[in-house]
């Protein structure tokens, strides 16, 4: 399922980072990496704020979209 989709303050474990090359790098680049965990903290003004690598990051749904847990 997307991450959007993930239940707020549950880790998931990410499967895949779709998108083009541009957005996967940026995306790895963060911490999205397959394999690695991730937790949602909160959605706010369309933004999904995620907790990954130690490190809180803000990603559009639309980019949020794209990464599969």
Do not use: H, W
Request: avoid cysteine.
């Amino acid at each position: 399922m997307p991450l959007i989709y993930a239940q707020t303050g549950s880790p998931v474990i990410i499967k895949k980072v779709g998108g083009n090359t541009e957005t996967k790098k940026f995306l790895e680049k963060l911490g999205f990496v397959t394999g690695s965990t991730v937790t949602v903290v909160n959605e706010v003004q369309g933004n999904i704020i995620v907790n990954v690598k130690d490190s809180r990051v803000a990603v559009s749904k639309e980019v949020a979209g794209k990464i599969i847990v």
